[in-house]
């Protein structure tokens, strides 16, 4: 069959419904705030979210919950805390009540469970907007958003629990050792690229950006808190920490801007130099009096580049700017801090002296199919052999539409799809994007096959965040389809999360195997 012909082996019935798609504002704002990258399907009633964020995980495995977004019931994080205990507390922060973040134990593995006072969220479909946008981010640098409850008064945010304590503990508070120069550089590089990737993907404003802000997890790499993300209240204060320590805008208007969580960023910057918690203007009258120096943590006794440490103190001095215009941005960062991370091949846990966690097997568990083998070897180009032999044949009754949606815009629609084939066989990735991105925008047909032709785009265009998106959108729309799986595991490895990457390979190898078993064409 012909590229047009074979579209998608729809079902069309008079008078029958679409399959759910995005209204038109949100798909507007989506495309403003990814530009180039095509918009992630979101519609934020709560009765859709199984299609507005990344779907739960599918019923063959219900393992894998903590990659993806979900709603959680208020029993599991009763049960999950001890009923809030206090003795599950791990942050206090806010005036009354306080925002309390708990740790908790949820199906074999640990979550920290941020709890809010309803008069902080009164209106339950703002908190959902907001728990959705943060959940859709999913990032090596940041403590991920993992779900959400939302049930009467309760508004709970539950995240990637961060083994390994705060930036400030081991900077202020240590007790067997400081941490040694090269891996502050590396907490101010992975914290950089951690805001990069947030403005990046149309989330800029950080609100109170500190030390303790900065969490370290198993494998005592620092990520950036997600809960930071979001306010502590739809409309309350976006900081708590001492106002000299404050960018000096929001004293006058009170407002967060992307130039403010810069401003923050130098903060951390000066505590990572000092090892103390400096405040701004006297940090900078040494650094206006050539006194560097002075900065520098004494415990350090000398062990660090004075040309780096120039580096740093220089960066902190912009970022500290009075005004914002002045200040660098979050690409700025990680360009001057990129060249600073000298030791790339000494494991973090031991720069900062803690114990080795266990890591689970480094190698499927299952006997792997073709689609299997190439994306344990992270075979694009098999990948892309593969895909174009299967075609859509997969694509069976992921739409129902109806006659009167047949119009000249479904036969554009299938055109932009019918280019995107021709382009993606052609190995011509780049206009394969554009041309799906075309079909996916109009939203009337969904189709998990497009979905995960364009993630693999995606990756030979060296864009793993938007392929990561685009392999959890096919999960959504098939939830038990091995090939979503797939492709998820490729982009989690080329966004450095192997241990993730390994449990999706072995996830979607027990789905084909499942599938075959069961007598259904692959």
């Given at each position: 069959?012909?590229?047009?012909?074979?579209?998608?082996?729809?079902?069309?019935?008079?008078?029958?419904?679409?399959?759910?798609?995005?209204?038109?504002?949100?798909?507007?704002?989506?495309?403003?705030?990814?530009?180039?990258q095509a918009p992630y399907l979101r519609n934020h009633q709560k009765e859709s979210l199984a299609i507005a964020v990344p779907a739960t995980v599918a019923p063959a495995a219900p393992d894998r919950w903590w990659l993806s977004f979900s709603e959680f019931s208020l029993a599991e994080l009763k049960a999950a805390t001890d009923n809030f205990s206090s003795e599950f507390i791990v942050s206090e922060s806010g005036d009354k009540p306080p925002n309390l973040v708990y740790?908790?134990?949820?199906?074999?593995?640990?979550?920290?469970?941020?709890?809010?006072?309803?008069?902080?969220?009164?209106?339950?479909?703002?908190?959902?907007?907001?728990?959705?946008?943060?959940?859709?981010?999913r990032h090596p640098r940041l403590a991920n958003l993992i779900g959400y409850c939302c049930d009467a008064d309760h508004r709970l945010l539950v995240a990637q629990y961060m083994p390994n304590d705060t930036l400030a503990k081991h900077l202020f508070h240590w007790e067997n050792q400081t941490i040694e120069w090269a891996m502050r550089l590396r907490v101010a590089h992975y914290i950089a690229q951690a805001l990069n990737y947030c403005s990046s993907e149309g989330r800029p404003l950080y609100h109170d950006l500190n030390a303790y802000r900065v969490l370290f997890d198993e494998e005592g790499d620092p990520r950036l808190s997600c809960f930071g993300l979001i306010k502590n209240s739809r409309d309350?204060?976006?900081?708590?920490?001492?106002?000299?320590?404050?960018?000096?805008?929001?004293?006058?208007?009170?407002?967060?801007?992307?130039?403010?969580?810069?401003?923050?960023?130098?903060?951390?910057?000066?505590?990572?130099?000092?090892?103390?918690?400096?405040p701004p203007s006297q940090a900078l009258d040494m650094i206006q009096g050539k006194n560097n120096m002075l900065l520098m943590d004494s415990h350090l006794e000398g062990k660090f580049s004075i040309e780096e440490a120039n580096v740093v103190v220089n960066l902190a001095s912009k970022c500290l700017q009075y005004e914002p215009r002045e200040r660098p941005d979050t690409k700025d960062l990680v360009t001057t801090l990129a060249p600073l991370h000298t030791k790339p091949d000494v494991h973090s846990h031991i720069m900062l002296g803690i114990p080795k966690q266990e890591e689970a097997p480094s190698t499927?568990?299952?006997?792997?199919?073709?689609?299997?083998?190439?994306?344990?070897?992270?075979?694009?180009?098999?990948?892309?052999?593969?895909?174009?032999?299967?075609?859509?044949?997969?694509?069976?009754?992921?739409?129902?539409?109806?006659?009167?949606?047949?119009?000249?815009?479904?036969?554009?629609?299938?055109?932009a799809r019918k280019r995107g084939d021709c382009a993606f066989r052609d190995k011509d990735f780049k206009t394969a994007i554009d041309n799906y991105s075309q079909f996916i925008d109009v939203g009337t047909m969904v189709s998990p096959t497009v979905f995960a032709r364009r993630s693999l785009c995606y990756l030979l265009c060296d864009q793993?965040?938007?392929?990561?998106?685009?392999?959890?959108?096919?999960?959504?729309?098939?939830?038990?389809?091995?090939?979503?799986?797939?492709?998820?595991?490729?982009?989690?490895?080329?966004?450095d999360m192997q241990k993730d990457a390994t449990d999706m390979l072995n996830e979607a190898a027990a789905l084909e195997e499942k599938r075959q078993r069961g007598g259904r064409g692959s």
């Open positions: 069959m012909g590229c047009c012909q074979s579209s998608l082996m729809l079902r069309v019935r008079e008078g029958g419904d679409t399959h759910p798609h995005p209204d038109k504002k949100e798909k507007e704002k989506e495309k403003e705030n990814h530009k180039d740790k908790g134990r949820l199906r074999d593995h640990w979550i920290a469970v941020k709890k809010f006072p309803k008069a902080a969220w009164p209106d339950p479909k703002q908190f959902v907007e907001e728990a959705s946008g943060v959940g859709n981010l309350g204060k976006s900081y708590s920490t001492n106002l000299a320590y404050t960018p000096p805008e929001y004293l006058r208007n009170g407002r967060v801007t992307p130039e403010s969580v810069i401003y923050s960023f130098g903060t951390v910057l000066l505590d990572l130099l000092s090892g103390k918690h400096i499927p568990q299952r006997p792997l199919s073709a689609m299997g083998e190439a994306c344990s070897r992270m075979d694009l180009t098999a990948i892309h052999q593969i895909l174009v032999a299967t075609h859509y044949r997969d694509d069976e009754g992921t739409n129902e539409l109806s006659f009167q949606e047949w119009t000249q815009q479904m036969r554009d629609m299938l055109e793993p965040d938007p392929a990561l998106r685009d392999a959890m959108q096919a999960q959504c729309v098939y939830p038990d389809w091995p090939t979503a799986f797939y492709m998820q595991s490729v982009a989690l490895a080329k966004l």
